[in-house]
């Protein structure tokens, strides 16, 4: 069957040509890099990393890639949430260069590869214990394997989103596959960047910088995990509300778990501050300087008490069970601190009617989140020589392998609970009459907006019933206030003219969301006409991605979405499994290296 391939929000000729030239000048110096070290010539980055490698004593691998990585991490958040931004209030773009927003993620991408080519380039002995052989002769580190991995699989989201755009039409959802394979690949990196960190502790010991590197990656891994949770931090989610509360403790519970297994009491607090002044930092800078509208973030505080007060109580030597009970913890009292921060300065407050199944998935989702934390958590201690990492003194297979198991009923819980609460649905049968009380005319025309529902209790308990305006220069949401049984007004007046989409908002129950129109603007180039309810007119309300995705295609055959979501699933587990491979068999050696080492103070000792 022929689909013809859309143009709307593509890439022209000349982006397609500068995105090709800016990566392969890339990929043809760092050939050119990889050769000239593989062949014992000296190069500038190899003299650099020598001296920045004394300086910092690490080895010369592991001396550039810290600096590297960490501005390329930022480069990326600020210009993803910058163009989300963009993408709220003016809506689609035309391609991968279409906003300057694009621009610092592009290139944010590109150093998180060079960051892992690197050491790839520069390695030499010394090497952690295990290493992947590329020829004779040539080993690398796990750590640059998994960077470089994670970093190409980002990058290649972006011609594959033109692609995506050219089969689907725009697609204006965070949660998009092109969009998800490029932040996630981009989070995953934050892994091997840790597993880096174990790598070098493992052959010149702890420091205090090593020891500032690991509490910053933890604190970009805060800020980093934060970029699923977009859509809800600017007020315009497209799933499901619940998954809000469990992608917080999902973050909070790994990420700070993670830290305090292996480090001293403070640490946590540490990485929240990082957190809080980089995160803030990119909000108000998007908002302010930029102009662009705000981006909300939960705060963590509470979280990190929780793990913090867990670790003083019970100690940081048992992991799993510091993971599971601080995860528990940050699934019912992190739940209940958050929702009170959502009434403070959240776009959408959580109802009350929220907190039952966010606390009932939330301590399943906390307890495999904390698990997953511990597993790695050991394994980078693992990695670090740490002898101590089980609890053992020499290497028991049998204790592994408990760990494992633990760390994969934990993974387990958290994918399946959070894809169970993914989908959304639709109830058909909400109507309403539209009644508009108009307080601007002429050119730019405004009104509230006053809906009587059949049936008349469809909006009780509802997760959010709000009016919502955006893509005409920026972004309008007013929760509707009850008036009468069955009847609901906007607290403000409601844009209807230019390119402003208004429209009314219905979160029912567990999933169901749908909306109606109340005015958009005629769109050429996709042939859809204008929308403009008048006073009186009734209305249904249809599933809510009719409304909110206009832009997309609905002439595609259902087999296509699932085959670029199946794409997305596939690489997403070839991730996940690029991770626990390479961080397992870092563990391995560290484990064979700390037996090693402790065999001959035995001997020394005899």
Not at 336 to 353: G, K
Request: aromatic share 10%; glycine share 12%.
């Amino acid at each position: 069957m022929a689909i013809p391939l859309a143009t709307t929000g593509t890439a022209t000729f000349d982006q397609i040509a500068i995105v090709t030239g800016l990566v392969g000048l890339l990929y043809v110096a760092l050939a050119v890099l990889l050769w000239r070290e593989r062949t014992g010539r000296v190069t500038l980055v190899s003299r650099f990393a020598e001296t920045v490698g004394r300086l910092d004593g690490v080895p010369r691998w592991a001396a550039l890639t810290p600096y590297l990585h960490a501005v390329s991490l930022l480069a990326c958040a600020f210009g993803v949430w910058w163009d989300i931004a963009v993408h709220i209030a003016r809506g689609r773009d035309t391609g991968p260069f279409g906003t300057p927003a694009h621009y610092p993620i592009f290139f944010g991408i590109l150093g998180v590869i060079v960051a892992g080519v690197l050491p790839i380039a520069l390695a030499g002995k010394p090497l952690p214990a295990r290493t992947i052989r590329l020829a004779k002769g040539w080993r690398i580190p796990c750590s640059a394997a998994l960077v470089t991995v994670c970093g190409t699989f980002a990058l290649v989201g972006f011609p594959l989103d033109d692609v995506w755009h050219r089969l689907f039409g725009e697609d204006v959802t965070l949660w998009g596959p092109t969009h998800l394979l490029m932040i996630g690949g981009v989070v995953f990196s934050i892994f091997a960047r840790l597993l880096a960190l174990a790598e070098v502790e493992q052959l010149v010991g702890p420091n205090k910088r090593r020891l500032f590197q690991e509490i910053v990656s933890v604190g970009a891994l805060l800020i980093a995990w934060d970029l699923f949770s977009t859509e809800y931090n600017y007020g315009v989610p497209q799933f499901p509300l619940i998954l809000q509360p469990l992608l917080i403790v999902f973050g909070a519970a790994m990420a700070f778990t993670i830290l305090r297994a292996r480090r001293g009491p403070g640490s946590t607090f540490a990485a929240l501050a990082v957190y809080l002044v980089i995160r803030g930092g990119i909000a108000w800078a998007v908002a302010e300087p930029l102009g662009q509208i705000v981006g909300h973030f939960p705060l963590l505080i509470v979280e990190a008490v929780l793990v913090e007060a867990v670790a003083l109580a019970l100690g940081n030597k048992a992991r799993f069970r510091l993971g599971v009970v601080g995860g528990v913890l940050i699934g019912t009292v992190g739940v209940v601190a958050e929702y009170a921060w959502s009434h403070v300065w959240m776009p959408i407050p959580w109802p009350s009617s929220l907190l039952p199944s966010a606390l009932g998935y939330g301590v399943f989702v906390g307890a495999g989140a904390g698990l997953i934390g511990a597993w790695l958590a050991t394994r980078y201690a693992e990695v670090a020589g740490d002898q101590g990492a089980l609890g053992i003194k020499h290497i028991r297979p049998p204790a592994v392998r408990r760990t494992h198991q633990l760390g994969a009923a934990g993974l387990i819980a958290v994918v399946a609970i959070v894809f169970f609460c993914v989908p959304r649905t639709a109830d058909a049968g909400v109507s309403g009459v539209v009644s508009l009380d108009r307080v601007a005319t002429g050119s730019e025309p405004t009104a509230y907006v006053t809906v009587t529902l059949t049936p008349a209790d469809a909006a009780a308990g509802a997760r959010w019933f709000e009016a919502l305006a955006w893509q005409g220069g920026g972004l309008e949401y007013h929760r509707m206030e009850k008036v009468a049984d069955g009847t609901y007004r906007s607290p403000e007046p409601v844009p209807m003219y230019g390119k402003w989409k208004s429209m009314i908002r219905l979160h029912q129950g567990q999933r169901d969301l749908v909306a109606s129109w109340v005015y958009a603007p005629e769109d050429a180039e996709l042939g859809k006409p204008a929308v403009q309810v008048s006073d009186g007119q009734t209305v249904q309300f249809v599933h809510e991605q009719q409304v909110l995705r206009r832009e997309e295609r609905t002439d595609v055959p259902r087999w296509m979405w699932n085959a670029g979501y199946a794409l997305l699933a596939v690489v997403g587990l070839l991730e996940v499994a690029g991770i626990i491979w390479l961080v397992g068999r870092g563990a391995r050696g560290g484990r064979m290296r700390a037996a090693h080492l402790a065999g001959e103070r035995e001997r020394e000792i005899v």
